[in-house]
Each structure stands twice: as structure tokens, then as C-alpha cells.
């Protein structure tokens, strides 16, 4: 009888382990981005659009009034045979959404430059977050081949100190696109 339930125990668990890590596999994308690369008086720049989907844990602490930052890095690489690629260029861009309770407004920031914006919803403020315009690139034309990649990510070092630990071993607060990247020519 106790050898049964043991079993019964164990099977149970084992179903639990894989509906969760079937429902983490499902949700695991936390943005899509779309870019767009041309050529702006002799430069290449990358429009971006990220689309995000935050955990239930992040626009909880949002909506609470904790700053969230996102790295945005995108990168223009040189092919090469042996090794790594060669980098070329990197371009950072760091923003932050706030929620601001008083004015019931969501605050989006441009951490390089400091400029603000203020939304009436979230959705209208998670839009503006993601869009990127003129991120330059590189100058010139070197004639080689080049390949683009680029991602985003929650900034869990620009949490606050209590909450740095718990967001690192968490999956809901470790949200990393991982990189994308194409070829150009």
C-alpha cells in the first residue's frame, strides 16, 4: 500500500514537471522584434520595433511603481573564416518604464538621453518602449560582407538590491531575447 502511493506520488510529479516545463516553453519568448536596416546620409542605420511580453511577476512590480530597464543591443559584424567574428559596431540603448502612481501615467525613458515621455496605458507606453528609430550602424562602404544580429533584455542589475537575488533565480524575471541575426551584403 505505501509502495503505491509512493508510486502515485512520483507519477504525479513527474506530470507536474513536464505541464510546467511544456507552459514555460510555450511563454518563453519575451519579445519579438522586427528591424529594418537603410542607408541615412552615408551611415546605416536599424529601425527597431521590439514587441514585448513581460511576466505576470514584472508588470506586477511595474504597476507598483518599480523602475524596469531594458537593454536594447544591437551589433554589425565582419565575417571571418577562423575564430569570431570581427565586431564593428555596438550601439546600447537603455530605457526605463515607470509607473507613476499620483498622475496615473506610465513614464518611458530614455536613459542616454534623459528625454521622457508620458502615456495614459500600459500598452501605449510598452509601444513607445520598443520602438527604436536611426540606431546607426556603421559609415561607409567597406564592400565586405556583413552580418547584423540583436537583441534585448531585462536589465536585473538596475533592480533594486533585495530584489536582484530573487529576479536571478527566477524565470520570470530573467526575460532575454537571445540574439537575432542576418546576413547583408
Not at 506520488?9 to 522584434?33: H, M, N, P, R, Y
Request: hydrophobic share 40%; net charge neutral.
Amino acid at each position: 500500500m505505501h509502495r503505491m502511493n509512493v508510486l502515485r506520488l512520483s507519477l504525479c510529479a513527474i506530470v507536474l514537471v513536464v505541464t510546467q516545463t511544456a507552459v514555460v516553453a510555450a511563454d518563453g519568448e519575451f519579445a519579438k522584434i522586427l528591424t529594418r536596416i537603410r542607408e541615412e546620409n552615408d551611415v546605416r542605420v536599424m529601425d527597431v520595433r521590439i514587441h514585448y511580453e513581460f511576466s505576470q511577476e514584472v508588470l506586477r512590480a511595474l504597476n507598483n511603481g518599480l523602475p524596469i530597464i531594458l537593454e536594447t543591443q544591437a551589433e554589425e559584424l565582419e565575417p571571418r573564416s577562423i575564430l569570431w567574428d570581427k565586431r564593428i559596431t555596438t550601439t546600447l540603448v537603455r530605457r526605463e518604464i515607470r509607473y507613476h502612481a499620483l498622475s496615473q501615467q506610465y513614464l518611458v525613458r530614455n536613459i542616454e538621453t534623459d528625454s521622457q515621455v508620458n502615456f495614459l496605458t500600459l500598452s501605449l507606453a510598452i509601444d513607445a518602449l520598443g520602438a527604436i528609430d536611426g540606431l546607426p550602424l556603421s559609415t561607409g562602404r567597406t564592400g565586405k560582407p556583413k552580418r547584423y544580429r540583436i537583441r534585448t533584455r531585462l536589465d536585473i542589475e538596475g533592480l533594486p538590491s533585495p530584489l536582484r537575488l530573487l529576479a536571478y533565480l527566477s524565470e520570470d524575471w530573467l526575460l532575454d531575447s537571445q540574439w537575432q541575426s542576418w546576413p547583408l551584403n
